[in-house]
C-alpha cells in the first residue's frame, strides 16, 4: 500500500499583527524651589542620560535666588542607574545664549552626578558652536586609564580619575572657552599620609599625549570631603598626592608651609629639584606667571607685549595680565620680564587681580598705612594698593618699615601668594 502525503496549501487570509510596544516615557524632572531632580535613562555603552526642558529650567531659575556676583544658580540633581559608566546632562541649547554684556555669565546650573557635580555658567559656549542646534550634553565618567603610560599611573595609583566631554546633538565636540570657567567637585577620602600635608592633594590635567600638567587651583576641602577644581577646557583630570619640598625650605620657617603648598600646586618653581632659593629676587615675569596660576585668571588673548615672545614659558600668564588689565608694561608696549619686581608694583599686581578674582571688594585708605614711617616714600599709584594688602592682612612690613621699593624675594613671594590662594 502507498501512502501519498499531501501538502496543505498556506494560509493567505490570517494575518497576526503583534502590538508595538510603547516606549516607556522619561519621568519628568520634580521641580523643588530652585532643583530639578531627575530620573535619567540608561543608554549606550553605559551612558546615562538625563533630560529637562527650558520650561523646567525657567521655572527653576523663578524659585532662585543669586549667588555670587548677581548670578543666578539652579541644582539638577541625578539619580543613580545600576550599570551606568558616563552621566550625560543635555540641556536646551537656548540658557547657552552668548547675548550678553561683556560676554559674562548671568546663570550657571549646578549638575549633581554619582561620579561628580559640574557647575556650567551659562557663557560656556560661543554662539558659532551651538548655532542651529538643540542641545548640547555635559557628561562625566570615571576615565579609562589603561593607555596612559606607567610613570603616569605609578603617580596616580587608585586615585580617581574623571574624563569631562560635551556634545551638540549627541556629537562630541573639543570643549575650551577662556573665558568661562566651569568648577568640578569629586568626593574624595585622603589616606592618613595625605592628611599630613591636606594642602598638597592636588589635582593634574592630562593631556591628549598622557603628559600631567598641574591645575593650580584643585584643593580639598575636609569640610565637604570634596576635590574641587576650575578648568577652561575638558579632558581627562586626576586626582593626586604631591607633597614637595626643598633642602632649603626651611631657612625661613616663617615661610616653609608656604612654599611646599605653592610648589606642590604648580604655581611656583624651585630653581632645582631639590633647592627653591627663598633669598633670591623674583622677576616680573615670574610673578606674574604665579598670580595668574595662583588666581585661576584666564582671558583669551591676541596680542602680547613687545619683548614677550611667543617661545617664553610666561607668554601665556603675561598675555592674560594685559588683558585683563592687571598689568600695562613699563612703556613703549614693553613689560621687562626679567626686570626684579618691587613690592610696591606686586602690590599694585596683586589688588587688581584680586578684584578681578573677586577676593578685593574695597580699597585700602593711606590711614591703614599709619603705624609704617616710611609711607612716604611709595610711589603715589602704589598708596591706595599697599594699603589695600595692609588692610587685607595679605602684606606686612619689617618692623614699621614696608620698604616699597625694595625688591621681592621668592619667599615673600609664597607667603603673598598662599595668602591669596586661601583668601
Same mark, same amino acid.
Request: proline content about 5%; aromatic content about 6%; hydrophobic content about 35%.
Given at each position: 500500500?502507498?501512502?501519498?502525503?499531501?501538502?496543505?496549501?498556506?494560509?493567505?487570509? $490570517?494575518?497576526?499583527?503583534?502590538?508595538?510596544?510603547?516606549?516607556?516615557?522619561?519621568?519628568?524632572?520634580?521641580?523643588?524651589?530652585?532643583?530639578?531632580?531627575?530620573?535619567?535613562?540608561?543608554?549606550?555603552?553605559?551612558?546615562?542620560?538625563?533630560?529637562?526642558?527650558?520650561?523646567?529650567?525657567?521655572?527653576?531659575?523663578?524659585?532662585?535666588?543669586?549667588?555670587?556676583?548677581?548670578?543666578?544658580?539652579?541644582?539638577?540633581?541625578?539619580?543613580?542607574?545600576?550599570?551606568?559608566?558616563?552621566?550625560?546632562?543635555?540641556?536646551?541649547?537656548?540658557?547657552?545664549?552668548?547675548?550678553?554684556?561683556?560676554?559674562?555669565?548671568?546663570?550657571?546650573?549646578?549638575?549633581?552626578?554619582?561620579?561628580?557635580?559640574?557647575?556650567?555658567?551659562?557663557?560656556?559656549?560661543?554662539?558659532?558652536?551651538?548655532?542651529?542646534?538643540?542641545?548640547?550634553?555635559?557628561?562625566?565618567?570615571?576615565?579609562?586609564?589603561?593607555?596612559?603610560?606607567?610613570?603616569?599611573?605609578?603617580?596616580?595609583?587608585?586615585?580617581?580619575?574623571?574624563?569631562? @566631554?560635551?556634545?551638540?546633538?549627541?556629537?562630541? $565636540?573639543?570643549?575650551?572657552?577662556?573665558?568661562?570657567?566651569?568648577?568640578?567637585?569629586?568626593?574624595?577620602?585622603?589616606?592618613?599620609?595625605?592628611?599630613? @600635608?591636606?594642602?598638597?592633594?592636588?589635582?593634574?590635567?592630562?593631556?591628549?599625549?598622557? @603628559?600631567?600638567?598641574?591645575?593650580?587651583?584643585?584643593?580639598?576641602?575636609?569640610?565637604?570631603?570634596?576635590? +574641587?577644581?576650575?578648568?577652561?577646557?575638558?579632558?581627562?583630570?586626576?586626582?593626586?598626592? @604631591?607633597?614637595?619640598?626643598?633642602?632649603?625650605?626651611?631657612?625661613?620657617?616663617?615661610?616653609?608651609?608656604?612654599?611646599?603648598?605653592? $610648589?606642590?600646586?604648580?604655581?611656583?618653581?624651585?630653581?632645582?629639584?631639590?633647592?627653591?632659593?627663598?633669598?633670591?629676587?623674583?622677576?616680573?615675569?615670574?610673578?606674574?606667571?604665579?598670580?595668574?596660576?595662583?588666581?585661576?585668571?584666564?582671558?583669551?588673548?591676541?596680542?602680547?607685549?613687545?619683548?614677550?615672545?611667543?617661545?617664553?614659558?610666561?607668554?601665556?600668564?603675561?598675555?592674560?595680565?594685559?588683558?585683563?588689565?592687571?598689568?600695562?608694561?613699563?612703556?613703549?608696549?614693553?613689560?621687562?620680564?626679567?626686570?626684579?619686581? +618691587?613690592?610696591?608694583?606686586?602690590? +599694585?599686581?596683586? $589688588?587688581?587681580?584680586?578684584?578681578?578674582?573677586?577676593?578685593? +571688594?574695597?580699597?585700602?585708605?593711606?590711614?591703614?598705612?599709619?603705624?609704617?614711617?616710611?609711607?612716604?616714600? #611709595?610711589?603715589?599709584?602704589?598708596?591706595?594698593?599697599?594699603?589695600?594688602?595692609?588692610?587685607?592682612? #595679605?602684606?606686612?612690613?619689617?618692623?614699621?618699615?614696608?620698604?616699597?621699593?625694595?625688591?621681592?624675594?621668592?619667599?615673600?613671594?609664597?607667603?603673598?601668594?598662599?595668602?591669596?590662594?586661601?583668601?
Amino acid at each position: 500500500t502507498v501512502v501519498q502525503a499531501t501538502r496543505t496549501p498556506p494560509r493567505n487570509d $490570517v494575518i497576526i499583527t503583534m502590538p508595538t510596544p510603547t516606549p516607556t516615557p522619561t519621568p519628568a524632572p520634580v521641580i523643588e524651589g530652585d532643583t530639578l531632580k531627575v530620573t535619567p535613562k540608561l543608554g549606550d555603552k553605559g551612558a546615562v542620560i538625563g533630560e529637562v526642558t527650558s520650561a523646567d529650567l525657567n521655572k527653576a531659575f523663578d524659585n532662585s535666588k543669586e549667588v555670587e556676583n548677581g548670578i543666578k544658580s539652579v541644582t539638577i540633581v541625578v539619580g543613580e542607574v545600576k550599570g551606568g559608566k558616563e552621566y550625560v546632562q543635555q540641556l536646551p541649547v537656548d540658557i547657552f545664549s552668548t547675548d550678553k554684556p561683556k560676554g559674562e555669565a548671568e546663570k550657571q546650573i549646578e549638575i549633581k552626578t554619582p561620579v561628580g557635580t559640574i557647575i556650567v555658567p551659562d557663557n560656556m559656549f560661543k554662539d558659532s558652536e551651538i548655532k542651529k542646534a538643540e542641545n548640547v550634553g555635559i557628561s562625566i565618567a570615571a576615565a579609562d586609564t589603561s593607555n596612559l603610560g606607567e610613570e603616569v599611573k605609578a603617580k596616580i595609583g587608585d586615585k580617581p580619575v574623571i574624563e569631562l @566631554n560635551a556634545t551638540v546633538d549627541g556629537k562630541v $565636540v573639543s570643549w575650551e572657552n577662556k573665558d568661562a570657567a566651569v568648577t568640578i567637585s569629586i568626593d574624595y577620602k585622603p589616606t592618613a599620609e595625605e592628611m599630613k @600635608n591636606p594642602e598638597s592633594i592636588v589635582v593634574w590635567y592630562i593631556d591628549g599625549k598622557g @603628559n600631567i600638567q598641574s591645575v593650580p587651583n584643585g584643593r580639598y576641602d575636609a569640610a565637604t570631603g570634596k576635590v +574641587t577644581f576650575a578648568t577652561t577646557h575638558f579632558s581627562k583630570y586626576a586626582i593626586a598626592y @604631591n607633597f614637595k619640598t626643598f633642602k632649603d625650605a626651611g631657612k625661613y620657617k616663617w615661610a616653609q608651609k608656604q612654599i611646599e603648598v605653592m $610648589v606642590s600646586k604648580g604655581i611656583i618653581k624651585g630653581t632645582s629639584e631639590v633647592q627653591f632659593s627663598p633669598d633670591a629676587n623674583i622677576t616680573r615675569a615670574e610673578f606674574i606667571d604665579a598670580l595668574i596660576k595662583a588666581l585661576g585668571l584666564s582671558a583669551e588673548f591676541d596680542t602680547n607685549f613687545n619683548d614677550i615672545k611667543i617661545s617664553d614659558s610666561f607668554y601665556e600668564p603675561v598675555g592674560i595680565a594685559k588683558k585683563l588689565g592687571i598689568t600695562g608694561g613699563t612703556g613703549n608696549n614693553k613689560f621687562s620680564p626679567n626686570a626684579q619686581i +618691587t613690592r610696591q608694583e606686586m602690590a +599694585t599686581f596683586v $589688588v587688581r587681580a584680586m578684584k578681578l578674582a573677586g577676593k578685593v +571688594t574695597a580699597d585700602g585708605k593711606a590711614s591703614d598705612l599709619g603705624k609704617y614711617s616710611d609711607t612716604s616714600k #611709595i610711589a603715589q599709584y602704589a598708596v591706595v594698593t599697599m594699603a589695600t594688602l595692609v588692610k587685607e592682612g #595679605i602684606l606686612a612690613g619689617n618692623g614699621d618699615r614696608l620698604n616699597p621699593a625694595g625688591k621681592v624675594t621668592k619667599a615673600q613671594t609664597a607667603v603673598v601668594l598662599y595668602r591669596i590662594y586661601n583668601k
